[in-house]
C-alpha cells in the first residue's frame, strides 16, 4: 500500500515522503522521556522549581500557551546546561533507547524502509529536539535519512528552546529547505500535523481515535488512510 502510493507520483519526480516520529517511528515522546529520565537523575532541580512548575503546569493544556510553557519548563529543566553538555546527555539517552526494540513501532519503521527502498526522498518531521532525534535513527541504521527537528540554543542562564518545530512549523521549515507542497505521503498520528497531513496527496493518520478521526476525515476525504500500528 505504501510503495504503490509512492509510485503514484509526478512523473519523472522523486516522491516526497513525510513521516512524524513520536508516535509514529517512537512509541511515545522521546524528549519527554529524556526530560524525565534527567529530572530523576537530578532530583534536585525538580525540587527547587516546584512551586514554578506547578504555576506553569495548567498552561500546558491551553492551546495559544502550551509553546510558552514548554519553552519555560526546558529551561528550568536545563539551568546551568550548555549545549555541549546537553547534547551529551541526548546522545547517551538516545543510544539507550535505541537499544531497545519495544520503544519503536515496527509496522512504522517498516513503511519507512518500503519507501526509502522504493526511491522515495523520506523525511522525518518532528517536534521532538534535533540531536536526540537524529542520535535515535543513527542507532538505528537510518543515519541518511533527513530530519526536520526542533532546536535548542545556549542561552544566558543555560539551553533554552530556539524552534520548536510543530503545527504549521513543519511546513514553514520543510519549505527553508526546499520542501513545498504537495507532497507525496505524510504519516503522523496528531492534530498538530492537520497541515502537514492536508499537504499530502496522500495522508496516513497512524492509531487514531474518534475525535480525531471527526477533525481530520472532513479535510482529507478521499486521501486519507488509517494504519493501526504496534
Known sequence: MTV????????????????????????????????????????W??????PLLLVTLPFLWLRRTRSGAVRFIVRLALLGFTLSRYRTLAQDFGRTLARDA????RQGLAALNAHRHAGARVIV?????????RTILDELGLGQIELVASRLAEGRFGVRVAARN?????????GRRGVRPPWDVAYSDSLTDLPILAAARSAFLVNPNRQMLARVSPRLKG????????
Open 102 to 105: 519495544r520503544h519503536f513501532s
Open 125 to 133: 518531521v518532528s517536534g521532538c529536539e534535533e540531536t536526540l532525534a
Open 166 to 174: 510543530v503545527g504549521v512549523e513543519k511546513a514553514h521549515q520543510l
Open 4 to 43: 504503490d502510493s509512492t509510485r503514484a507520483k509526478t512523473a519523472g519526480a522523486q516522491p516526497v515522503v513525510l513521516f512524524d516520529f513520536d508516535g509514529v517511528l517512537f512509541k511515545g515522546d522521546a524528549f519527554t522521556a529524556l526530560m524525565r529520565h534527567h529530572c530523576a537523575r537530578a532530583w
Open 223 to 230: 486521501r486519507l488512510s488509517i494504519v493501526e500500528w504496534q
Open 45 to 50: 532541580r525538580v525540587a527547587l522549581a516546584s
